[in-house]
């Protein structure tokens, strides 16, 4: 009963065509017809034995019934020695198990098959020379003016713009340890006139929960992280008109406890409110193995004009972002990082306004120009921003039943200070004459202080600063 139970199951999910379904042993012969009256005449030199056998094969369809228990006997056989195989879960091309009651529906998974095929072939774009990353991710050396920010309307045709008038410094020139990316570790380069982009793979859109949602971050994110399963630990100044924030942050490769989680630490740049109107820019680095399939921190980008509903995208994922350095690739790993108690390797990171063409331009490391987000993307940050932001954020989704184990910065509290927490320092503001200046009106905000949480100061070396991070699920942090 057990085999059989299980074999109708599973046949039964199994709706290869759109013809109705019929039962596995039901056969066209077998076909219950009206019953007719029987004319069968026995002859009387018979005995009775053979009438009585002769009279139950011919008075009722079940004979039909005993010619089939031959066959239907050595079909059992042959389920039997079959019989773990279709017995297995149903899985989608994802990986993902289907529910006991859901049909696969072969037209439905080609559909999906086509549209991400689809969607790979606008958003990979044709590249001169193509170099393999050790961590094995692809990277196309693709025409800058080829790349996908050039899909949008108002930006067709038109090639990127040159460099802007940097910020003018505060009279505090600060070294920056370089920090290099994984795929440059190949001895490879992009050529003059291209842009580095990592190439986007079936895999990497089949672990995103929906096609559509493919490298967005989830909708309606709150300040105050309120019942959406996003926590903070971070700095922010507003109430003023800012014009670009900069600052330099260690790298580590927190631990992040589930797939659909991330960790991340990054400069935020806000205009608007919190509602549907919230504008952001936002860069830095982030471990997201829904993302990026590993654990890795990567170099990463974002904006939205939308509060996140369907306007923007991370790195170059969508029309938007649009980059002018070939020796910078968005969303790529990063190397080396930070150790616990030994080395740190930071990044320098600016965001800042262009006076001239009024666009939102990146700065990555020591200098190098990565790009810029058009005002023309924007609703409220096309004339300024009335917030910065510097700090971590992760993602709790409690898949667990309670909180998440994944870390924020180096895993550590900010109390442990430096070589064993993560930093931010020499914070800083770009004014509206194009000026940097140091930040000294800040706020603190670590929404779950017993999971995260943060500590400020200043000296001379290094500014102002942060200490940020923690472990996740403790003691205190149930």
Known sequence: MALLFCMDMKLDS?????????SFFEAPYTT???????????ATEQTTTQKHSLKLASSTPSHNIFRLVPIFVSFLLVVASISPVLCLPIVSDSGHHLPAN????PHAELLKLKRIRAYLRKINKPAVKTIQSPDGDVIDCVPSHQQPAFDHPELKGQKP?????????????????????????????????TVPIRRTTEKDILRANSIYRYGRKPRRVRRDSTGNGHEHAVVFANGDQYYGAKASLNVWTPRVNDQYEFSLSQIWVISGSFGNDLNTIEAGWQVSPELYGDNYPRFFTYWTTDAYQATGCYNLLCSGFIQTNNRIAIGAAISPRSSYNGRQFDIGLMVWKDP?????????????????WPAFLFSHLRSHASMIQFGGEIVNSRSSGFHTSTQMGSGHFAEEGFRKASYFRNLQAVDWDNNLLPLTNLHQLADHSNCYDIRQGRNNVWGTYFYFGGPGRNVRCP
């Open 32 to 42: 219950r017809q009206p019953q007719r009256k029987q004319a069968n005449i026995v």
């Open 161 to 193: 713009l040159d460099p802007p008038e940097r910020p003018k410094g505060n009279g505090t020139e600060e070294t920056i340890t370089q920090t290099f990316q994984l795929w440059a570790n190949s001895g490879e380069s992009c050529p003059e006139g």
């Open 102 to 105: 859901q049909t696969f529906k």
């Open 356 to 372: 001239k063409h009024g666009h939102w331009w990146l700065e990555f490391g020591s200098g190098l120009l990565v790009g810029y």
């Open 14 to 22: 199994f709706s290869w065509t759109n013809q109705r379904k019929k």
